[in-house]
């Protein structure tokens, strides 16, 4: 039992805002929080793992190496990406090289520098691979985590959501509903920003048109305090925040922030 003044200074560091390097998710106050649960989600190939990991690998945005530089620990769950592809658009990322290029360079086993720079980029980011995690693996992954380096991580990643096993959940709705709340409760018990990956419906899955939350697959939407469809066409990455529990919002998913992409080289700019 706690009043509200102890509950506050318990959780301080609850409800603050990762680092970011997206200007116009800063700008509208479309922020992932620590202690928060947030869903992005997007059809196949629309780059939602791409911009998420851009993120967390970029923190505030200023290069490796300045004092300005700021990141958040972070613990990534790729199910639904192996290491290769991750390490690839990491090191695009770190570079600014193509992924074409680094694929050359992989065949001609020419990744002393690559290795150096992503291992410098990506410092402060763990990964974990498990194609099918259940609940137990995750906490025991991150019971690990806070074992190893003295509290438990600031940003969790769940990629994909669907990929979380869930114990004794009978059909597709009622997995992904108990996947979010397991989530939710994660976040509050570590105060990390936990964000999880989703698909869209059927209809939403060609990813070239704004999508509203309605077409979120799955009875998911009551759980996460935030809530950010993407989609995509040609060089321009939109992203829609249909719920902000902490800001602004449409549901409706046409309020658009505009990100230019460039995915061969990891580049977001907005």
């Keep these: 039992m706690q009043t509200l003044n102890q509950a506050r200074r318990k959780n301080a560091a609850a409800g603050e805002p990762i680092h970011c390097p997206i200007g116009v998710m800063n700008e509208s106050k479309t922020y992932f929080r620590k202690g ?5 989600a997007a059809g196949p190939g629309s780059g ?3 911009i998420v990991q851009y993120i967390l690998q970029q923190g505030n945005g200023a290069p490796v190496g300045h004092p300005e530089r700021l990141t958040n620990r972070s613990f990534y769950f790729s199910a639904d990406s192996d290491q290769t592809t991750m390490w690839k658009r990491s090191a695009a990322i770190a570079t600014g090289y193509t992924q074409d290029l680094i694929d050359t360079w992989i065949a001609e086993d020419n990744l002393e520098a690559l290795e150096q720079a992503v291992s410098v980029s990506t410092s402060h980011m763990r990964w974990d691979y498990n194609s099918s995690p259940s609940e137990e693996h995750v906490l025991m992954s991150i019971d690990a985590y806070a074992s190893v380096y003295g509290s438990y991580p600031e940003i969790i990643v769940c990629d994909n959501l669907k990929n979380l096993v869930i114990d004794g959940a009978e059909g597709e709705f009622q997995a992904l509903e108990e996947a979010c709340v397991f989530l939710h409760n994660l976040a509050r018990d570590t105060n990390a920003a936990v964000i999880a990956l989703h698909h869209v419906t059927g209809e939403n899955e060609d990813g070239n048109k704004p999508i509203p939350m309605s077409g979120i697959r799955g009875k998911v939407s009551k759980t996460p305090e935030v809530i950010v469809t993407i989609h995509r066409m040609d060089s ?9 529990r902490n800001g ?3 549901a409706s998913g046409k309020w658009l922030l505009p990100v230019s992409v460039d995915l061969s080289r990891m580049a977001f700019t907005g």
Aim: glycine share 0%; aromatic share 10%.
């Design 48 to 50: 939602k793992s791409a």
């Design 236 to 244: 321009n990455m939109y992203l829609s925040p249909v719920k902000n």
């Design 248 to 250: 602004v919002a449409d």
């Design 36 to 40: 928060q649960f947030t869903v992005v």
